[in-house]
């Protein structure tokens, strides 16, 4: 019964484990590139929360609103939250550039939400 109350506040509010179940959702589509990680490094996520949405919206994927993200990711266990609104030279623009042949008109920097990966 301890193990049981123990696993039970460690885990993530609800609303984070739905976050991080469309993020695995989104990263493991087919798309030959990034999709929303603008991380260049392997132990970071970097996510704009906005530009979430949308491909979650995109994909019919279901979400809490901006506002609550904003308010429950800071508490993320699984995924530990590191600092918010850093400017990330984003790998997900860098894909999309080549894969246009540069003519996306996008600023190659965002301003990302850290994770440890």
Not at 7 to 18: L, Q
Not at 19 to 35: N, R, S
Not at 43 to 57: G, P, S
Request: hydrophobic letters at 40%.
């Amino acid at each position: 019964m301890a193990i049981e109350r123990q696993s039970s506040i460690s885990a993530d509010h609800p609303v984070v484990a739905e976050f991080w179940e469309v993020y695995d959702y989104l990263q493991g589509l087919d798309a030959g590139g990034p999709v929303v990680n603008h991380s260049k490094k392997d132990n970071v996520i970097a996510i704009n929360l906005n530009e979430f949405v949308e491909r979650a919206a995109e994909h019919r994927q279901k979400l809490a609103d901006v506002s609550e993200l904003r308010d429950r990711l800071k508490e993320s266990r699984c995924r530990k939250f590191l600092e918010s609104n850093k400017a990330v030279d984003s790998a997900v623009r860098a894909y999309q550039a080549t894969r246009n042949n540069n003519t996306i008109t996008k600023s190659p920097t965002v301003k990302c939400w850290m994770f440890q990966a």
